[in-house]
């Protein structure tokens, strides 16, 4: 009797806290407007100069095609809360399509245990509740590898070529999901190389008109990197980042627990795929170690691996570490910046090892809504609009 009223009080538990924090995010949505991404703005952008006079523009160096029209629709014909609830969503169906694909437990408190893991995760969590497009090719690649493993390839390369036509770095993470998926039935590597390029060709389709506006040359592939330090500061950089990451608690546990049953680890389905795709996304990350958001498939893989360890107290304690550095944060690195005002981009001078203790993630997040008074000009309707976060049209 004791047992079973210890289990109700888990479920339970599970339950108010994973629901709690649904629901914090669609009322962050609303009241989150904009947000604070300085790339966010240019991909509405995209959306308004094409509706008001058919001008071709692009965002970035890439441009992500399928995101700048989708975040720009919602943005101008409905508002902030639009473009920030998809994106949220988008993350959530993209957690659980990627789970579903991935495992045979596909019972209802399996499922909640492993979005809880992921959304206390701050870098999903936060990342995802403004208009930006790391979600919008979460949920296409995830909805592709799930068709992908049901033998349904047709589907499964439109998705594909979706995810590639949101981010373009996703093209390394369909290849290695096609060559290295460990298919419940046989496939030959024909089929697989055939399905690569046809997602490849699909997907590249959306990147024709930026390479036209370069005319033909391929150099808008290369994107800023921040290589003002040197080797030593990209590294620093790549090391620092994935540490914040992951979490400045659940780190530490998890290289000590992993290291302590790696064996254990080896054995969860598909482990070489998932390795391979978690490395390749570091790889990424390692070339720009700009946004956090970079590793967020990453981070997604992680949480599934931990989830497999079926070790439940070991995912309760990283769900608790995650919602710590919600309100605090311990960093071992303290960074000196070069002062300037608060628009500015921010230039590192140096570093030295030193633990401080910094404002946690939610609260960074409530602080930083006003940002995007840095990427507005002027005092037009427009301007004016963006500040409270309304439609655009």
Same mark, same amino acid.
């Given at each position: 009797m004791t047992l079973s009223k210890v289990k109700i009080d888990q479920n339970f538990i599970i339950n108010t806290v994973l629901i709690s924090i649904l629901l914090l995010g669609v009322y962050l949505c609303f009241i #989150? #407007?904009? #947000? !604070?991404?300085?790339?966010?703005?240019?991909?509405?952008? /995209?959306?308004?100069?094409?509706? !008001?006079?058919?001008?071709? /523009?692009?965002s970035r160096f890439t441009g992500n095609p399928v995101a700048e029209l989708g975040i720009g629709f919602l943005a101008y014909f409905f508002g902030s809360w639009a473009a920030n609830l998809f994106t949220y969503f988008f993350l959530l169906l993209g957690v659980i399509f990627f789970y579903l694909t991935l495992t045979e437990k596909k019972n209802l408190k399996d499922i909640n245990i492993f979005l809880l893991l992921c959304l206390t995760n701050p870098i999903l969590f936060f990342d995802n509740l403004e208009p930006i497009d790391y979600s919008w090719a979460l949920i296409f690649f995830s909805i592709g590898l799930y068709f992908l493993n049901k033998k349904l390839f047709e589907i499964s390369v439109i998705c594909f070529a979706f995810s590639i036509g949101v981010r373009i770095n996703y093209v390394l993470f369909v290849l290695v999901s096609i060559m290295f998926f460990d298919f419940k039935f046989a496939i030959s590597n024909f089929r697989r190389v055939s399905l690569f390029i046809s997602s490849f060709i699909i997907g590249g389709l959306f990147y024709i008109p930026i390479w036209f506006d370069n005319k033909f040359d391929l150099k808008w592939l290369t994107a800023a990197r921040p290589t003002e330090q040197g080797i030593l500061g990209i590294l620093t950089r790549f090391f620092y980042k994935s540490y914040v990451a992951v979490g400045f608690i659940s780190f530490?546990? %998890? /290289?000590?627990?992993?290291?302590? =049953? =790696?064996?254990?680890?080896?054995?969860?389905?598909?482990?070489?795929?998932?390795?391979?795709?978690?490395? !390749?996304?570091?790889?990424?990350? %390692?070339?720009?170690?700009a946004e956090y958001s970079y590793l967020q498939l990453f981070l997604v893989i992680l949480n599934f691996i931990i989830f497999n360890m079926n070790n439940k107290k070991l995912i309760y304690i990283i769900c608790v570490a995650n919602l710590l550095s919600w309100v605090f944060f311990i960093s071992p690195i303290k960074v000196d910046h070069q002062k300037k005002e608060r628009c500015a981009p921010k230039n590192a001078l140096s570093a030295k090892i030193e633990f401080t203790v910094e404002q946690g993630f939610y609260f960074k997040y409530l602080s930083s809504r006003d940002k995007i008074k840095c990427w507005v000009h002027g005092n037009s309707e427009r301007s004016l609009k963006i500040l409270q976060g309304k439609a655009l049209k």
């Amino acid at each position: 009797m004791t047992l079973s009223k210890v289990k109700i009080d888990q479920n339970f538990i599970i339950n108010t806290v994973l629901i709690s924090i649904l629901l914090l995010g669609v009322y962050l949505c609303f009241i #989150g #407007g904009y #947000g !604070s991404d300085e790339d966010t703005l240019p991909m509405i952008y /995209v959306f308004e100069a094409k509706i !008001s006079d058919g001008r071709f /523009v692009s965002s970035r160096f890439t441009g992500n095609p399928v995101a700048e029209l989708g975040i720009g629709f919602l943005a101008y014909f409905f508002g902030s809360w639009a473009a920030n609830l998809f994106t949220y969503f988008f993350l959530l169906l993209g957690v659980i399509f990627f789970y579903l694909t991935l495992t045979e437990k596909k019972n209802l408190k399996d499922i909640n245990i492993f979005l809880l893991l992921c959304l206390t995760n701050p870098i999903l969590f936060f990342d995802n509740l403004e208009p930006i497009d790391y979600s919008w090719a979460l949920i296409f690649f995830s909805i592709g590898l799930y068709f992908l493993n049901k033998k349904l390839f047709e589907i499964s390369v439109i998705c594909f070529a979706f995810s590639i036509g949101v981010r373009i770095n996703y093209v390394l993470f369909v290849l290695v999901s096609i060559m290295f998926f460990d298919f419940k039935f046989a496939i030959s590597n024909f089929r697989r190389v055939s399905l690569f390029i046809s997602s490849f060709i699909i997907g590249g389709l959306f990147y024709i008109p930026i390479w036209f506006d370069n005319k033909f040359d391929l150099k808008w592939l290369t994107a800023a990197r921040p290589t003002e330090q040197g080797i030593l500061g990209i590294l620093t950089r790549f090391f620092y980042k994935s540490y914040v990451a992951v979490g400045f608690i659940s780190f530490f546990i %998890l /290289v000590y627990y992993f290291f302590k =049953h =790696h064996k254990k680890i080896t054995k969860i389905k598909n482990f070489k795929f998932l390795i391979i795709l978690g490395l !390749s996304n570091l790889l990424i990350f %390692l070339w720009i170690p700009a946004e956090y958001s970079y590793l967020q498939l990453f981070l997604v893989i992680l949480n599934f691996i931990i989830f497999n360890m079926n070790n439940k107290k070991l995912i309760y304690i990283i769900c608790v570490a995650n919602l710590l550095s919600w309100v605090f944060f311990i960093s071992p690195i303290k960074v000196d910046h070069q002062k300037k005002e608060r628009c500015a981009p921010k230039n590192a001078l140096s570093a030295k090892i030193e633990f401080t203790v910094e404002q946690g993630f939610y609260f960074k997040y409530l602080s930083s809504r006003d940002k995007i008074k840095c990427w507005v000009h002027g005092n037009s309707e427009r301007s004016l609009k963006i500040l409270q976060g309304k439609a655009l049209k």
